[in-house]
Nanobody
Framework: QVQLVESGGGLVQAGGSLRLSCAAS????????VGWFRQAPGKEHEFVAF????????YYADVVNGRFTISRDNAKSTVYLQMNSLKPEDTAVYYC????????????????WGQGTQVTVSS
């Protein structure tokens, strides 16, 4: 099994930045594709970004492309989501998830999920 713990969420003004972390334990972290997802109140679960096990394949949702950057440090068993130019519409609970699938933006294909971290962007 893989355990995932998100951190780094908080309150930030529009235009500001936050860096989220996803720390993994319990399994060889480098073998997994890791994705970030989010869910705002009253809205559907939404894909944000993923990064492959090697780190050389990344993909972003259109609404965050150019503003967010996903990266990983396998030596630290951690994946990061750097969020810049934040907008109020980015307000949501952010979750990281892991899968042995080589590359996917479909949440249903992810096997392990963290508890989430709240990101609130004020205007």
């Amino acid at each position: 099994q893989v355990q995932l713990v998100e951190s780094g969420g908080g309150l930030v003004q529009a235009g500001g930045s936050l860096r989220l972390s996803c720390a993994a334990s319990g399994r060889t972290f480098s073998a997994y594709t890791v994705g970030w997802f989010r869910q705002a109140p009253g809205k559907e679960h939404e894909f944000v970004a993923f990064i492959s096990w090697s780190g050389d394949n990344t993909y972003y949702a259109d609404v965050v492309n150019g503003r967010f950057t996903i990266s990983r440090d396998n030596a630290k068993s951690t994946v990061y989501l750097q969020m810049n130019s934040l907008k109020p519409e980015d307000t949501a609970v952010y979750y990281c998830a892991a899968t042995l699938n080589v590359a996917t933006a479909l949440g249903s294909l992810y096997d392990y999920w963290g508890q989430g971290t709240q990101v609130t962007v004020s205007s």
